[in-house]
């Protein structure tokens, strides 16, 4: 019979490892409490807009028996934090049409991704799952945004939360209020997202 010590220790490592997983769970068949935008910039600990130069789903380096995917991206702007030219993050899968499909980030595409801050493990994931990650896309030549929740009340409580700590607001961001969902021009998306930070942000040239 195994010591009782190392059957402690791998059943805590396991419990651990679940824990961790809970806040990312993949995009997939995971309910989640709606979030505006305002209350989804304020959780994320990363925001870009970046074209995907790979992905890999592979078992978790040090916890082997969760399937992740690791996504790598050009940064083309930086709207929170500071990752630098490139940014990877690494995702917990549980639903295997993720693992099939790479949680459907494909190469070439491109994102504004608004990503919680890595856990203990390493593991981060869109704030809200699907509600905060934004496929770029073009209409008319022009790049427009909507993320896996068709954009719907995207601003449902910002202009209450802008009030209360006295952010002001520019037109661009005042105008996709009055859009109840649908794709949204980007660069008002992004200026929505500067507008709600209160704050600079810094541009990858």
């Known amino acids: 019979m195994p010591p009782i010590g190392p059957i402690l220790r791998s059943t805590t490592l396991l419990l651990l490892s679940i824990c961790a997983a809970l806040p990312v769970f993949g995009q997939r068949g995971a309910i989640t409490a ?6 989804m910039v304020e959780e994320a600990d990363t925001i870009i807009h970046g074209t995907v130069a790979s992905t890999k789903v592979e078992p978790h380096p040090q916890l082997k028996n969760l399937m992740t995917v690791l996504v790598t991206l050009n940064v083309h702007e930086t ?3 500071t990752p630098g030219k490139t940014l990877q993050f690494r995702q917990y899968i549980w639903d295997i049409r993720d693992e099939l499909d790479a949680s459907r980030y494909a190469k070439g595409q491109q994102w504004l991704l608004l990503l919680t801050k890595p856990s203990q493990y390493g593991l981060s994931s869109p704030v809200g799952l699907d509600q905060g990650r934004f496929i770029v896309s073009y209409q008319n030549g022009k790049p427009v945004a909507v993320n896996g929740k068709n954009n719907v009340a995207l601003f449902q409580s910002t202009a209450e939360h802008a009030k209360s700590r ?9 105008r996709l209020m009055g859009q109840s969902s649908g794709p949204m021009a980007l660069e008002d998306l992004k200026a929505a997202i500067r507008d709600l930070q209160g704050s600079n942000v810094q541009t990858q040239q």
């Open 79 to 81: 709207l929170k934090g």
């Open 166 to 174: 006295k952010l002001k607001l520019s037109q661009p961001t005042l």
């Open 34 to 39: 709606h979030q505006s935008l305002d209350q």
